[in-house]
């Protein structure tokens, strides 16, 4: 199987940065998409940021500017550096991941993973 594990989370006062990390983990043949969601109380998971195994990105266009998605495909890693930070922000982010996975008969399978989620709380 395959797991996602999330770090970094915090508190942290409007202005200031931090740095999400998740490690993918398990019978792992191929990462596709890799990104973070979030959902603050009250609303929808919604798209912060995710990179294709190419290298292109797509941003949310409230965090355009203020947050990087660095990706480190040997290491089945990405982070997301978030900068500028202010209290809508704050929410529970989720590492997103599109597997694929190839069995002991060479049959590939295809799913998608989340995280157990870690929370950003942004103070004003």
């Known amino acids: 199987q395959v797991q996602l594990v999330e770090s970094g989370g915090g508190l942290v006062q409007a202005g200031g940065s931090l740095r999400l990390s998740c490690a993918a983990s398990?019978?792992?043949?191929?990462?596709?998409?890799m990104g973070w969601y979030r959902q603050a109380p009250g609303k929808q998971r919604e798209l912060v940021a995710a990179?294709?195994?190419?290298?292109?990105?797509n941003y949310a266009d409230s965090v355009k500017g203020r947050f990087t998605i660095p990706r480190d495909n040997a290491k089945n890693t990405v982070s997301l550096q978030m900068n500028s930070l202010k209290p809508e922000d704050t929410a529970v982010y989720y590492c997103?991941?599109?597997?694929?996975?190839?069995?002991?008969?060479?049959?590939?399978?295809?799913?998608?993973?989340w995280g157990q989620g870690t929370q950003v709380t942004v103070s004003s």
């Open positions: 990179m294709t195994s190419s290298g292109s990105t």
């Open positions: 997103n991941a599109n597997i694929t996975r190839r069995d002991y008969t060479f049959r590939y399978y295809e799913n998608t993973y």
């Open positions: 398990g019978s792992i043949f191929k990462i596709n998409n």
